[in-house]
């Protein structure tokens, strides 16, 4: 199963995804997933940044003396899943007096829809969205629209001619996207 973020004994499954929100190739998918999270894909480089595409996490390398600290790329539900949890953290900062169903329903209902439209057993409610679940949580109405990018930039290699960008409405409201400009560092 999924791996789960508990809040009060209240279990919420957390589905991954990957850099392109795409339902990374390890996550499980079922009736029961509730909410995507970024659990990454560590087997490629989608953004071209070139690192693999896992979610970049801290550890103890102890093979060395004095044990040293580090980075590595990680991917898998258990990356996932403390996404929902650290939002969940911020809903009950932002507003203690939530109950475990109002903070799942926040998370569910402030998610960016991915798959098919409305819940469904690929992503549950869709993507978790922190900015919108934590504005509702504080008591604000449905915020600005916002534009989000997955990326800032792109890096072309040679015989690239072709990469992505995600772009989504990590605000409220209708977000009307009129113009779209690119500059290049080499001009």
Do not use: C, W
């Not at 919420?12 to 392109?20: C, E, G, L």
């Not at 329903?105 to 679940?133: E, I, K, M, P």
């Not at 001619?161 to 400009?181: A, H, W």
């Amino acid at each position: 199963l999924e791996a789960s973020a508990a809040t009060s004994g209240l279990i919420i499954s957390v589905a991954a995804v990957d850099f392109n929100s795409a339902r990374a190739p390890y996550s499980n998918f079922n009736s029961k997933v509730d909410i995507a999270a970024p659990g990454g894909n560590t087997a490629v480089d989608l953004n071209g940044d070139g690192y693999a595409d896992g979610v970049l996490s801290t550890l103890v390398d102890d093979s060395v003396n004095p044990d040293e600290f580090v980075f590595a790329f990680y991917q898998g539900t258990s990356m996932a899943s403390p996404h929902v949890a650290g939002i969940a953290a911020l809903l009950l900062a932002a507003n203690p007096a939530l109950t475990p169903d109002q903070v799942e329903n926040l998370l569910t209902t402030t998610a960016t829809d991915l798959g098919a439209a409305g819940r469904d057993n690929q992503f549950g409610h869709g993507l978790v969205n922190a900015f919108a679940a934590v504005n509702a949580a504080a008591g604000g109405g449905s915020p600005d629209p916002r534009l989000g990018l997955s990326t800032l930039s792109l890096a072309f290699s040679p015989g690239d001619d072709e990469l992505s960008v995600q772009v989504t409405n990590v605000g409220g409201g209708v977000l009307d996207v009129t113009n779209v400009s690119a500059t290049t560092e080499t001009g």
